[in-house]
């Protein structure tokens, strides 16, 4: 019986043992767990430090070789100054002649410079507001006219202008002068917008496809006539709508400026047309180019 007691007390003398030092490297588990976390932390602000000097570093050579670039072209027209000297004082000009001289020359090229960037400016502010223009014409015009199928009629802006291509099947049937109905809708539409563009030039361009008229049609000899006639009959709707007639010029180009060469029924339908061609008026911006 006592033996068996003495082996008891031995186990639990063992297993305390154990648990202690258990709980001690525990502990210093975690004290080195926490010096690694701070050592990281360290580690990585001496990299950002690291970091950061080197782009410093970087910056400072790059001064320095633009310092060295610049010094060196001083010293080049210093040089390139003392030779001119040198030659005109064997010349037989004084040193005060040649540097009033050259202050001369200086003022007189300061001034055309910025005489020239005076225009420049003002040739830029003019190019922006046209353009400002056009794309504020363009917006009107769409909106006027949203209406209506893109087949029947697209707008686009191209060098400047505003192009709005009416289809023939808008305005008129095969042959024919007389705009129909829902093209003379679309005209008058158009008309609401353009008679409030006071600065704004109005070109009408008829055109048509490469299948001559038919014969005996009344008026009319070849497609010249039919496209100049569909231009005049377009501009009387227009004017009638309240645009000012003399910002109005109608066109006839018959048929010799196709979109589609091609000898097919979907070319010469779209070869059909009429152009309405808006531009900005240019004066001021010729008076400008005018004293360049």
Known sequence: MKKN???????LLAGSMAMSSCVVSKKKYDDLLSRKNTLEVEKADLEKQKLTLEQQKAA???????????????????????????????????????????????ERLNADLKAREQRLAELQRILDEKERAVTNLRNKVTNALLGFNDKDLTINVRNGKVYVSLAEQLLFNSGSTK?????????????????????????????????????????MQDNWDLSVLRATEITRILTNAGVDPTRVTPSGRSLYVPLDEAKTKEARQKNRRTEIILTPKLDELFQILETT
């Open 5 to 11: 007691l003495l082996k008891a007390s031995v186990f």
């Open 60 to 106: 400072l050579e790059e001064e320095k070789a633009s310092l060295e670039q610049a010094k060196a072209e001083l010293e080049q027209q210093k040089l390139e100054y003392q030779q001119s000297l040198a030659q005109a004082l064997k010349e037989g000009k004084t040193l005060g002649e040649n540097l009033n001289m050259s202050k001369t020359q200086i």
């Open 179 to 219: 705009v129909d109905p829902k093209g003379e809708e679309a005209l008058r539409k158009l008309a609401a917008v353009l008679k409030e563009q006071k600065d704004v030039n109005v070109l009408i361009e008829g055109h048509t496809d490469d299948v001559p008229i038919a014969r005996g049609t009344v008026g």
